[in-house]
């Protein structure tokens, strides 16, 4: 957290109260994020017109007419709008001031996100050069999933974990996205048939657009870019709810093992 959906909706919040903004200022209270905020990033960042926003998997593109800068939310961060003057929290790490009296707050509890300057283009940046394709995009779809897991024995789970095989993924998503398709996580990637990764490509579509919706989900700290938290955690089918019904069958969850992140399943409804 936050995921794809989280990030999909930071954007949506933020972007048409950033379009044709200036950069005015930058308040840096913390440059410990999981990379440190370099020093002449105020310098690069000051007097910058925003020309335009965009999401790369996880991460956020300001982009600006000398360089874009690059924004990662980390496990519990935001990126939210306020009004100039409101006073910071204790997690609340830098500040981005604009011509039109608001400020754009990088939220990060645990300090693992980051604010990035790039000159170059930043879709060659080393964070997001190697990152797959982005699941919501024309050319996602069950062909290609079969083709990346031909031969695989990994768990299906594990493929679609990969930022470099699908962009922006996350836990949540990809639990429920294998509910809906009836697919077990721990299944081999290369013993699931083209037709079944045809419904798997389509249940992440659906998944990830009910999510954006819903405004994401939130778990614990996640608000979106005007405050507000999630609603899509009340819809999870099998995420978080061991030992709970199946909303298909009655079957009990199940939890998972399966490598370090939770894994939720319904034994009988996923094969």
Not at 199 to 207: Q, S
Request: proline share 7%; with cysteine.
């Amino acid at each position: 957290m936050p995921e794809l959906p989280e990030v999909e909706t930071t954007l949506r919040g933020i972007s048409p109260h950033l379009a044709g903004r200036r950069v005015t200022g930058l308040v840096v209270r913390d440059r410990r994020l999981r990379w440190p905020v370099a020093p002449d990033l105020e310098a690069c960042l000051a007097g910058q017109p925003i020309l335009g926003t965009a999401r790369r998997a996880k991460y956020l593109i300001l982009t600006c007419a000398a360089g874009s800068a690059i924004v990662h939310l980390g496990m519990s961060g935001s990126l939210r709008l306020v009004a100039e003057g409101t006073p910071p929290g204790p997690h609340d790490h830098v500040d981005i001031a604009l011509d039109s009296g608001q400020v754009l707050r990088l939220t990060d509890p645990r300090r693992f996100g980051c604010l990035l300057w790039t000159a170059d283009d930043p879709q060659k940046h080393r964070l997001l050069r190697s990152i797959g394709p982005e699941p919501l995009e024309p050319g996602f779809d069950g062909a290609y999933l079969a083709h990346v897991a031909k031969g695989r024995r990994a768990p299906v789970k594990h493929l679609l974990m990969d930022g470099r095989v699908v962009a922006g993924l996350g836990n949540i998503y990809v639990n429920e996205a294998l509910f809906r398709a009836g697919i077990h996580p721990a299944r081999a990637a290369g013993r699931i048939s083209q037709t079944r990764y045809d419904r798997l490509a389509e249940a992440i579509r659906e998944v990830l657009g009910d999510a954006i919706t819903q405004g994401g989900t939130t778990l614990r700290n996640y608000v979106n870019g005007d405050g507000r938290p999630g609603w899509f955690q009340l819809r999870l089918s099998v995420y978080g709810r061991a030992g709970e019904p199946c909303p298909r069958c009655g079957t009990a969850v199940a939890l998972v093992p399966l490598g370090q992140r939770a894994t939720y399943a319904c034994r009988r409804c996923q094969r």
